[in-house]
Structure formats: C-alpha cells, structure tokens
C-alpha cells in the first residue's frame, strides 16, 4: 500500500513538472526586456568617435566622422535609435579630405532610415571658411545631404551672405540652395 501511495505520488509530481514545462512560452525577445524598461537606453557610451566608411577602389574611405562625449543607444526599441544629449561634431569629407565641420548641442541617429537629425545651435563651417547657423539640420548618410526646414542663416566669405526658411545641399556645400517663405533665393558656388 505504502509503495501504490509513493507510485501515486511520483505520477502527480511528474505530471504537474511536465505540464509546467510544456506550458511555458519560450520567447526569447521577451526574455531580453526583462529587467529592461522599453523607455529606457540599452546601452550608453562615453566619448565615441564613430567613423562612416565607404569602398572606394577596395580601399575604405572615411565620408563622416561623428564625435561626442556621451550617447545613449535605444537599439532596443522597433525603431531603433542613438542619442547625443550631450553635443555632437559631425565633420563630412569630400575626395580631397577636405571636411566640412557641423557641430549641435544635440543629435540623434535613426538606425534603418541613416538619417541624422542635430538640434540645436547648429553650426556648420565649411574649408572655405562659410558658416551656417540653424536651429536644426539633417544629414542623410546614404544621399550624402543636409537639409533644414526650419530657419537658417548664412554668413559667406567667397559667396552672398543669406538667411532663409529652407535649406538643401550637398554634403561638399557646393551645390546649395536657401529658400524664403516670402521668394526664393538662390546660392551657388
């Protein structure tokens, strides 16, 4: 009889850790979000200095090099993002590795779209020693362009100075144009 009650017992026991087992969901994304938050950063990082290759004749070349002392790496949300609270340089080089210099008090890298979006006191200052100034300028990696729907203002030593609502260039700021709301105003090289 004892033997039958330990049998009975161990045939329970089983069946209960059996359907414990099967009835959990292995997933293994939800798994990674324990502990954390979907609001919350991945990762951070102190004093980066991430570098934008492209293969030119099997030789990697350096188009941009993005600087800052602190950014925050949101990879864990759907869409994925990096963020610079802390300021950002962003220096763009032509064929001659000539660069143009664009700094901001803040920046974030959306991941699938390679758009970068720096804000505020935005300034970019190009070898030829022109300046602009702008609330906020994108600069699309994958098109090698900059542009601003937002007022900007241009401050020349080899061309007209200027100021604008809207603003589209090349990343070599030599195909660039300044659009008014009031008429259009068109500067080139």
Not at 9 to 28: A, D, P, Q, R, Y
Not at 66 to 73: A, G, H, R, T, V
Not at 132 to 141: P, R
Request: some cysteine.
């Amino acid at each position: 009889m004892k033997t039958q009650f330990l049998h009975i017992k161990l045939c329970i026991v089983t069946t209960v850790v059996v359907t414990m087992f099967f009835s959990c969901e292995s997933n293994i994304k939800e798994v990674q979000k324990i502990g954390i938050l979907q609001n919350q950063p991945i990762g951070e990082a102190k004093n980066i200095n991430l570098k934008y290759t492209e293969a030119k004749d099997s030789i990697g070349k350096v188009v941009a090099n993005l600087e800052s002392p602190k950014m925050l790496d949101y990879s864990n949300r759907d869409f994925s993002f990096s963020e610079f609270p802390d300021g950002v340089r962003l220096s763009l080089y032509d064929e001659k590795n000539q660069k143009n210099v664009v700094i901001a008090d803040y920046g974030i890298v959306y991941n699938a779209t390679d758009l970068i979006d720096l804000q505020g006191n935005v300034i970019l200052v190009t070898p030829q020693r022109d300046s602009l100034f702008a609330e906020q300028l994108y600069y699309d990696q994958k098109n090698e362009w900059l542009f601003s729907n937002l007022p900007v203002r241009l401050k020349s030593a080899t061309a007209n100075n200027g100021h604008g609502d809207i603003f589209d260039s090349d990343t070599k700021f030599k195909n660039y144009t300044i659009l008014e709301g009031r008429g259009d105003m068109i500067l080139k090289d």
